[in-house]
């Protein structure tokens, strides 16, 4: 047995998860040295909900936080999160944004990339994973863990070792609802180290109070690489505290190698952070409680909570129940696709509409139709044909890769954007957030030559959400 690796997630999924991405980058660099000393196999601090974040409400270049940390971080790995042909938007992007937006991150400072596809469709990996390797960086592919009677053990080792013949370096075991269980763990991780080569790393959360155990059982299996977060923003819907999980390999063939004394220092910084994120609004002290409803509906939390929303505003309360049941039928209906962005919404409404409807697919949204025409990519199981005639009606699916339908348009986004553009990566950005990044723009140009900047700051004090 070899030792085990950590990746932390204090700079980008920890405050994702717990602060509704909120962390500024002035608040990261004070401790960026002492980050970059601990030993860290890498340190997620780019990608997933930071790039829009950053853009629309902390008015901060996500480019410029990418160099500014990878200047402050020279020795260690710096990692993203990148949604496959989604980049880090909701819909799929040309090829040809893809590779730009690959050869800019990795340009800018990226090293290890972690591709994932919302219905581990692998073909809506295959741009990302070749462009990362053309340009040099470190690809990890990524597994969607999610429970259904076609996704199996066989099913994702499957997977991951087409994804190794695909040219992966490692294979991450995405657990983005909480839904792995610690002995599952250990069986997945058992059979994942006996059928492929490369490095296996895990990611879970501990929103339902058993991401410690998780951890732990895949580390007794052989685990490569963990996903942890300090404390200060660790546990409850982060990923498991580093601290604790250090000191307990501490002395063992696992041990990390990493000083507890010295994680304990930059805890106690991030400390005042995790402070100024609640006086600010955005860090609940709930996000730190045990909520075990994924375990018993198989629904993730910030789906949960969407549903109770949605059927709030209706003034149905009482048909809670009854949609919470919906869900698993609609969801086996649609094929079982992960219960993720976008999926997660997908089904989530479509379940609410069958129910407050009183007659199940009465009303089907656009993106249902869109899921079951293959618009998102390919259904992990065959979707029921009844559903699918009554929302498609004579309409073809789709059954090639959605985005070989959409052509080179790099220059188009160029043309349109021109006027403001200062920096290649811009144009980037400008095509996964149009609105979002010209009102941006707006904002430095404005600030650059002293006018007035507050028309184009959405800058806010209370969540949103």
Known sequence: MAKVYITDTILRDAHQSQAATRMRTDEMLPVADKLDAIGYWSLEMWGGATF?????????????????????????KLQMLLRGQNILGYKHYSDEVV??????????????????????????????????????????????YTTSPVHTREYFVNMAKELESMG?????????????????????VKELKANVKIPIHLHTHNTTGTGNMILLKAVEAGVDIVDTALSPLGSGTAQPA??????????????????????????DYFKGVAQRLRDDGFLDPRVLQVDIRTLLYQVPGGMLSNLMSQIKK????????????????????????????????????????????????????KESKALLK??????????????????????????????????????????????????????????????????????RRAQKYGMDASLYDEKE????V
Not at 111 to 117: A, N, P
């Open 242 to 267: 580093t601290e604790p999980f250090v000191k307990t390999l501490e002395g063992t063939e696992y041990d990390t190698g990493i000083k507890v004394e010295a994680l304990n220092e930059i805890a």
């Open 374 to 443: 293959g618009e998102y990519g390919r259904l992990p199981a065959e979707p029921n044909p009844e559903v699918v005639k009554k929302a498609l009606g004579d309409e073809e699916r789709i059954t090639h890769r959605p985005a070989d339908d959409i052509p080179a348009d790099l220059d188009k986004y160029r043309e349109e954007m021109k006027e403001y553009m200062e920096q290649e990566e811009d144009v980037l950005s400008y095509a996964l957030f149009p609105q979002v990044a010209m009102d941006f723009f707006k904002y």
């Open 99 to 144: 590779d730009m937006f690959v050869k800019k991150s990795v340009e800018n400072g990226i090293d290890v990339f972690r591709i994932f596809d919302a219905l581990n469709d692998i073909r809506n990996m295959k741009q990302a994973m070749e462009s990362v390797k053309k340009y040099g960086g470190i690809v990890e592919a990524s597994i969607c």
């Open 52 to 76: 829009d974040s950053c853009l629309r409400f902390l008015k901060e270049d996500p480019w410029e936080r990418l160099r500014k940390l990878r200047k402050a971080m020279p020795n260690t």
């Open 314 to 365: 209706q003034g149905a309360d009482d048909k809670f129940d009854e949609v919470l049941a919906e869900v698993p039928r609609v969801r086996a209906d649609f094929g079982y696709p992960p219960l993720v962005t976008p999926s997660s919404q997908i089904v989530g409404t479509q379940a609410v509409l069958n129910v407050l409807s009183g007659e199940r697919y009465k009303m089907i949204t």
């Open 461 to 464: 004090k209370v969540h949103p």
């Open 168 to 188: 992966a370096d490692t294979i991450c075991i995405k657990d983005m609802a909480c839904l792995l269980l610690p002995y599952e763990a250990y069986e997945l």
